[in-house]
């Protein structure tokens, strides 16, 4: 199946930063999703995005399919921005990323 | 807006009991999914129903069963729990296959 890995693991931000979260696939997708998990545990969608680019707010994605990745740009990055980002495929079954911890400091 | 909701928030169980965890959705959603959460190892998924009555394993179904008599709601059971079971559980659901998975807020369940 298809392998999904997302980089950085772990990224450490002052609030105020920008920053770019990559996910990469062993093979072409069409269905894309961005998670954002708060420290609550909580899982969040951010977007949906097989390909192009969607924007919302200070987020924004871009999915370029024929060259399996996607990227997560966060903007002025808040405290409230902090926990784990997860990028996911969705064939059959739905195959996670292990995900990018993001902390912002205040 | 699609509303998952997983029955507990925190769950503290004792080795050898049954335990049931339960997630309804409000959207009609064909498609549901349950998953655990480890440090370390991501989401891992359980087991998943493509529609009423029908469900399928997913990696790790070893440990666990399900239910699906209606189409809002997919239990998850621990037949006897064990303390390897200790764990992050999240529900989801989608529409159909292949559109947006929502989750549930999860339940913490301790096994002791």
């Known amino acids: 199946g298809i392998q999904v890995e997302q980089s950085p693991p772990d990224l450490i931000l002052q609030e105020g930063a920008n920053s770019t979260l990559r996910c990469n696939f062993s093979?072409?997708?069409?269905?894309l999703q961005w998670f954002h998990q708060n420290p609550w545990g909580q899982l969040i969608n951010l977007f949906y995005?097989?390909?192009g680019t969607k924007q919302n707010g200070r987020l924004s994605a871009t999915t370029v399919a024929t060259e399996r990745y996607s990227l997560l740009y966060i903007s002025s990055s808040q405290t409230t921005d902090s926990g784990v980002y997860f990028c996911?495929?969705?064939?059959?079954?739905?195959?996670f990323g292990k995900g990018t911890r993001l902390h912002i400091l205040p | 807006d699609v509303k998952v909701t997983q029955s507990s928030r925190y769950l503290v169980k004792r080795t050898g009991e049954k335990v049931f965890l339960e997630c309804v959705q409000d959207?009609?959603?064909?498609?549901m999914f349950w998953y655990r959460q480890d440090p370390g190892l991501g989401l891992r998924l359980i087991y998943f129903s493509y529609d009423v009555k029908m469900k399928e394993k997913g990696d790790i179904p070893e440990g666990y069963s399900v239910s699906r008599e209606k189409k809002e709601r997919f239990s998850l059971i621990l037949e006897s729990a064990s303390t390897n079971q200790t764990s992050m559980y999240l529900c989801?659901?989608?529409?159909?296959?292949?559109?947006?998975?929502?989750f549930g807020n999860g339940t913490r369940l301790t096994v002791t």
């Open positions: 995005i097989p390909s």
């Open positions: 959207m009609d959603h064909e498609n």
């Open positions: 996911a495929h969705r064939d059959d079954k739905i195959i």
């Open positions: 093979d072409s997708v069409n269905n």
């Open positions: 989801a659901s989608s529409l159909v296959r292949g559109s947006p998975l929502h």
